[in-house]
């Protein structure tokens, strides 16, 4: 694998710098500039993939480290989301569970020697998308407080909720795409994702 460094690389890059920023931020209370953090994150998650689809620019690295920084990005934040009550354990505990069979899937092929390079699914692209409104609903939300007030602030926490199922769905039906996938490529059969 190349490592090269282009501008869709040091955007993924940058993304990947903001992750400590974002949890600095949560730490601290500042649920204002952590939502900042994670929306400028965001964007630069299409971003990235946009320039490099524009400019031809497509490396073996910015396709490895695109989801590397997805993953890093979501897992921060939901665990934060979690120890601060704005995120219901058992869906953290999930979305990291399906993520770790994922990468471990991954692995496991790599190890068995078999050259695949997995592109997402539209359920994945698309629980990635929920993942990343749950996240920002319930940022919202705490910036907010229970009862925030104006029109900077809508109701957030009851957003967050409705939000959880349909971004669970996502998550489980994608995470078994992925795994029946891994298991027919373990195989040996021919699949051209």
Known sequence: MQYKLNVPNAITIFRI?????????????????ALAAFAVAGVSDAVDGAVARMTGDITEFGAALDPIADKTLALAAFVSLTALGAVPPWFTAIVVLRDAVIVAGNFAIHFKGIAFRIRPF?????????????????LHGLYCGPGGEGAACWRGVELTGLLIWPTLALIVVSGVQYVLLGVSVAKGDKHDR
């Open 122 to 138: 539209t359920t994945g692209k698309a629980a990635t998308f929920m993942q990343f409104t749950l996240i920002v609903s319930a």
């Open 17 to 33: 710098l903001l992750v400590p920023v974002f949890l600095a931020l949560m730490v601290a209370g500042e649920y204002g500039w």
